[in-house]
């Protein structure tokens, strides 16, 4: 069965599998700005957002888009101050640092453990409630 879509970018249409609406071309040529983004700044240390989208010719909002996929990283002297979504501390990369990172996941953990204990106990309630097997008739064997 085809899914097919509209790209979001260019309009094209496409055959739709998972992920952004974008047909292979776009993603492609999406890929190839990102690669040229990274090299720049590996090369320009100490630009800015604003003179990185300039000379890359590339929005603002797609290097933003990268920086929260983790995607790029940036010094301790970058002028692009990137902050905790948390607890407003500053990072690298991504939307928390390494201690809200932590936080989230030992939380998720935890309620994926307390599920499954509860999930454990229900089903050996259910076992315990249901008549055992050596109750009932029995047969002689002759």
């Known amino acids: ?70 995607r790029l990283m940036f010094t301790e002297n970058s002028p692009i101050q990137i902050t905790c979504e948390n607890c407003g501390a500053r990072i690298a990369t991504g939307r928390l640092c390494a201690k809200c990172k932590a936080t989230v996941t030992n939380a998720l953990n935890d309620t994926v453990k307390q599920r499954q204990q509860a999930l454990a106990a229900e089903l050996a309630k259910k076992q315990a409630q249901q008549p055992s097997s050596t109750s009932g008739m029995k047969f002689l064997k002759t």
């Open 1 to 70: 069965m085809s899914n097919i879509r509209n790209c979001s970018r260019c309009g094209k249409m496409f055959n739709y599998i998972a992920g952004e609406m974008l047909c292979d071309v776009c993603k492609k040529e999406i890929e190839e700005k990102f690669q040229e983004v990274k090299k720049y700044i590996q090369e320009n240390p100490g630009s800015g957002l604003k003179q990185i989208a300039e000379d890359c010719s590339c929005p603002a909002k797609q290097i933003k888009k990268w920086i929260l996929e983790e």
